[in-house]
Structures are given as C-alpha cells and as structure tokens.
C-alpha cells in the first residue's frame, strides 16, 4: 500500500537556523502531497500542498517541492522562529474507486530554541 | 467562516461503556474523515463520509461507527470500550475531495479508564 516515511524527530534548531525536514513517499500513480503542523493541543492545520510534478508548495516562509524522480517532498524553511516549534507530518492523498484518504508519515516534532 | 468543530473537547470513560463523538464540518463541505492519533500509532485512518453514505473505512474493529446527516454534520460511536482507545480523535472535512486539503478540527481527547 501506500506509505509516507519522514525523518526521525525530535528536531532541535536554534532561532533563524534553516530548516530541512525530510519526507519520502511510496504511491501508485500520482498523489498530491501535503505538510501539516500540529501546534500543542490543537488539531491539524494544512501548511502547503503540491497536487503534481515539481509543483512547489509555499506557505508561511515554508516551502515543498513534488519531486516524482526521487518520491519526495521534503519541507525547508530558510530561517526558522521560536513559533515554528510544533510537530510536522507529510501526508499524500490516497483515492481509489472514490474511496479517499490521507496517508501520514509518522510526524517530525520541531523545537526552535531563543 | 467557522472552522470544524469537534464535541466534547475532552471525555473520560471507564472500560465497558460507549461513547459518541460529534463533528460539524465547514459549511458547505460535503466530505467528513475521522482520524485516530496515538503516541504509537501516530495518525489512522477510521472512516470518510460523503453525502450521508461511508465512502471509505479503515482498518478498526467494528466497535468503531459513524454516520452523517443530511445537513453533513457526523458523528463516531465507539462501544465497549478499551483502554487502547484512548486517543485523540480528529474529524476533518472538505469540499469535495481529498487532494484539496483537509481542514481539521481540535479533536476529542478521549480516556478510557
């Protein structure tokens, strides 16, 4: 079936650092790809989505690119803030016969030190 | 506009006993999906509701339900609890399909005791 794998957290960065998080994906045909941030007590909330090939996704300072040659999606952020601390997941978007889902890596928990 | 919204926020509920989780999707989405979050199993699929009929269902125990009404508001059950059902649950919900993106809600924190 389809999988998401993402880069074992924790991630610890001090203020302005760039950030890389990586995400690796294994899919039949062509999903669209997505990076969520879970903030402390709170639900999902979408940061970026790429629907096809080399479609970069960009939100927030935060950016994506769908790359199909290597099956990835890895998030980058050039200079990350203490707001940045949450925890992130890649997810690719999984339908089959209308039957539809997302399929999530296992989550990135990111802190940003002052 | 509002967001999803999830009821109860948090439940506590002893071993044996059944629960019912309530989820209001974002006006005009048609297209409701509960998630199970756990420490160990990270994020799981339940099941995807569109237009009152279950479109698609994870791979759960049939203790776990749900249905949705013709104003698309949903709702989960869960029977005979245990204590491995403790988690969080998240419903989300969209206009149409999936690759647009799902909007979350805060979830239910359910545990089980």
């Known amino acids: 079936g389809n999988s998401v794998t993402q880069m074992e957290g924790p991630v610890t960065l001090s203020e302005e650092a760039f950030l890389t998080i990586n995400c690796t994906y294994t899919?039949?045909?062509?999903?669209?790809l997505f990076w969520y941030v879970q903030y402390p007590g709170e639900g999902l909330q979408l940061l970026l989505k790429a629907t096809k090939a080399d479609d970069k996704g960009s939100n927030k300072g935060f950016e994506a690119t769908y790359r199909k040659e290597t099956t990835s999606f890895h998030l980058e952020k050039g200079s990350v803030q203490v707001s940045d601390s949450a925890v992130y997941f890649c997810a690719l978007s999984e339908v089959i016969q209308g039957a539809q889902k997302l399929v999530f890596g296992q989550g990135t928990r990111l802190t940003i030190n002052p | 506009k509002a967001g999803v919204t999830q009821t109860p926020r948090y439940l506590i509920k002893t071993r044996g006993q059944q629960v019912t989780l309530s989820c209001s999707p974002i006006s005009g989405h048609r297209s409701v999906s509960w998630y199970q979050q756990t420490p160990g199993q990270g994020l799981q699929f339940l099941f995807e509701y569109f237009s009152e009929t279950q479109r698609n269902k994870g791979n759960f125990p049939g203790r776990f339900s749900g249905r949705q009404f013709s104003n698309s508001r949903s709702e989960m059950n869960v029977s005979t609890l245990e204590l491995g059902d403790s988690a969080l649950y998240l419903c989300?919900?969209?206009?149409?399909?999936?690759?647009?993106?799902?909007?979350f809600g805060s979830g239910t924190r359910l545990t089980v005791v």
């Open positions: 989300a919900s969209s206009f149409l399909s999936v690759d647009y993106g799902y909007t």
């Open positions: 899919a039949t045909g062509y999903p669209s």
